[in-house]
Structures are given as C-alpha cells and as structure tokens.
C-alpha cells in the first residue's frame, strides 16, 4: 500500500468506509466469518490472557504423535526496574529428541507432550477469552478411535501425583497451510484437573519444511543434488546460492585448504582458517539451512569425475578458473550416458565481468564451442574472453608463493549467482539448449592498469543473452556437433 501524504481526511474517510464494508460482508455471511477467525486462529490464541510461546522442532504436519515438551525455568531481569521476573522456557520436540542447539536451551525439564491434526477444532473462548479445560473436553469429543488411543496413553503418566502436560493441535486453515495452537494443562488419574490452570501457547515453527517454504525456498527442489566443482569464491557464492533457493544436497568438490588470503573473497569466514573449504563450507551452510545436507570430496575434480558420481546427480556447477582442466572436463561431461545440465562459469580480472555457460551432456553445445575464431579453427582464447591474451594480470603481496588474479568479493558474487540462476532455470524448466550468459564490469580498475580488453568486452553492453548466445554455439565443434 502506498498512502498519499497529501490527502489526510481522504486516507482516513476511505479506511473506515472499507472496514466498514469488511465488515458488513462478514455479518451478512456466518461462514466467512468463522473461516476469517479460523485463519487467525493462532493469532488470536497468542492474544489469550497469559499466553506463552516457544519454539518448536516437530514438523506440523498430519500424523497423530506423543512430542517432548522441554521446559527451563530462568529468572530475568526486567527493563528499567532492575526487578526480576521468573519466566519459563518452553521448547517442543519429535519424541526423545534432543533440544536443537540453536535454541540455546540446556538442562531442561522434560514433559510429555501430545501432537494431533483435527479437521476442526472446538471454537477457543471469546468472552471472557479464558481458557478452561472445557476446551480440553471439545478436543477429546473430537477425537477418532486411534486419537483417543494416544489420548489416553498421553494421560497414563499421570498417577497419583499431578502431572504438566502440552497438547498441540493443528488444523488446516481455508486460507492455506495450518494453524497450529497449544494447551499446558495439568493431569492426575488419568484426568484433565479442570482445577488447575489451562494455559493457552503457541510457537515459532523452526523446522526445514516451514522455514523453507516461509523463506521463499522451493519445496521443489528439496529433492535436488546439485554438484559443485570448485569451492573457491565464485563456487562458494555458488553453493551458498543454490542452498538459499532450496536446494537439498549439495555435493561440494574442492582439493583446496581454505586460507587468511581467501577471507574477504568467500563465503567462509576467518574462523574457518585450515579447515578444507569443502568441510567449512559442509558446517557453514548445514547450519544456515536447515534441511540441507552437503557431502564433501576432498579431491581434483579429474579424480571425482572418475568415480561414478553422476548416477544421482540433477546438475553441475563448474567454478575452478582452469580453462585448460575445464575443457578437458567438458570432453568427458560428453561421454555421460544421462541428461544432465552443466554449467561453466569463471570471471575475468579486476572489475571486467563475468561468464556462465550452460551445457548438457546430451546433445548439441559443449565448453569447447567456445574456444574456436572466426574461421572455427581451435583456439587458445575463447569467444567471450574480455581480455586480450598474454598481458600479465596476476599480483603478488608476499612473493611468487601468493600470486593471485585481483578481484573482488563483488565480482564473485555476481558472477556465483549468475551461474547458479543459470543452473536452477535448467533445472526448474527442464530446459538442455546451450546458453551463454555474462555480466559487464566498469573496467576502471582494469583500465587504470593498463590492460587491454577485447572488442567483445566493449560491445557486450550492447549484445543480448540470446545474440551472444548465438554467436557463440551453433559452428561446428568436434567435440559435440559433428566433425570438422
Ligand atoms: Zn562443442
């Protein structure tokens, strides 16, 4: 909504005229009405009197289950006052878990807990919104025969002395996804004490499915293995990106230790320091997203190609800034039985650009394709290269030990998410025509150093994708179209 700072009374005239029509709408019809409430449910049962709220690791989902209840008493002090103030944690997890370390909870009490899915729950109280175990008893003469199984078995702790128990139930709102509401109760003999407090709870849901779909994730491609060769700063920002976008393995491919030289260009930060970029990036991105598993090969990518990886693959990301090993890379992607994208992706140096080159096993279109001149006579230089050939543009800071190509984080940033976007279309769209795509830097830094770029850098501006596209594959090439 965008509000005009100008008209006031105008603004204010028409909010209360369009409340008012909400809410005509809603009396006229009770059903639109109850499934307005029904998808605020949880909402308004945060707003009941002395609601708490925790965290849960059970997935909402629709299978009937006994769920861990962890509970830690903790004295806080409030604002202002210096007053302190006891306040109960409370955190929910799959039966006999243990408590997710990012919920920094330790040593807690655990109790036991009841999770069902209900169609339909019985109508929370409104006036006074007070919950009782009357809302307990609507729940039981809900329940099915295998419900009041657990339901009983859920009570049958409690014997002669009081026990705390959470009931949690979920139920589908009309508006999508469910409602998920929950009920700290006392019990003894196998009963509800209606004497003693029902209080009302709810949850932040931190589970894979949830924060997946919430984020903006693809549920889709939680099935996904993607492989990435080259865990440097382009293949990091890479693997990062496919991981944020739902992607739900990964198999990370590097030989290289990861290094103070490699801090401000990676994903990976100084604590990881002499750890194998591969495992860093396993611990790094595991814990950032949840649900996702990487598995590492500490190896050339020559000697992981040579092993029978490709069986379960959905893809491959090829980020190791060797031209001369990624073509003869690209040769033996040809030979692989099963359709399967692959892109190539590299950048150029100081502030010129980047490159992304889709291909797939099968068919027309191959790494190669690149690398012929005009007459399609073999070449040392591809097609998109933006530098022209043999100038040096490497630096060293502390001898010949450190030689690297100067460019920045922003740079390998940029082209990590090109390459990955690239892979993703592929993927998502089932799409196999070879596609070349890149990004045009300034040039300042470059220029400022004296380096010479090509006429394809300063025409790309003005190329599209596709054109680029065009002129790029579609020659002859030995490798992938036929033999010249
Ligand atoms: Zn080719």
Sequence with gaps: MSLDWERHSEVVAYTF???FSQ???WTADESIQKSEFFNELEAYWNGLPGALRGRSAFEVDEVDRLITAHVKDEV??????????????????????????????DSAQTKRGLYLHLPEVPSPPEFPNVLTADFLEGVRARLSVSQLALWTEFLSTSKSTSKQLVLFISTPRAAGGRSLIGVVFSAKDHQVQSDQPVTPITVRRQTAAYMRERGGASLDLLGKHVAVVGCGAVGSFVADTLASAGVGRLTLVDFDVFSEDNVFRHVLDERYVGFDKVWGLKIRLEQQYPGLKVD?????AQDWLCQDVMADLDGVVLAIG????????????????????VVFTWLEAMDLGGHSVLTSTRGEGCLECLYRDEEGAQSLLPRTAFLEQNQRVTRNLTGCASVFVPYGALQARRTGLMAADQLLGAITHGTDAPAYQFWVGTGTAAQAQGLKTTNWWRRAPSVSQSEATA?????????CRGHV
């Excluded at 590492?296 to 050339?300: I, Y």
């Design 23 to 25: 809410l005509e709408k």
């Design 322 to 341: 060797s031209p001369t090993l990624e073509r003869l890379l690209s040769r033996r992607f040809k030979m692989v039985q099963r359709q399967l994208p």
């Design 76 to 105: 806080k002090k409030a604002d202002g006052t210096g007053e302190r103030k006891k306040v109960q944690r409370w955190c929910f997890t799959e039966r006999g878990a243990e408590i997710p370390k990012v919920f920094f909870v």
């Design 471 to 479: 002129s790029v594959f579609g020659r002859a090439c030995k490798h």
């Design 296 to 300: 590492c090969a500490v190896k050339h």
């Design 17 to 19: 005229l369009e409340a």
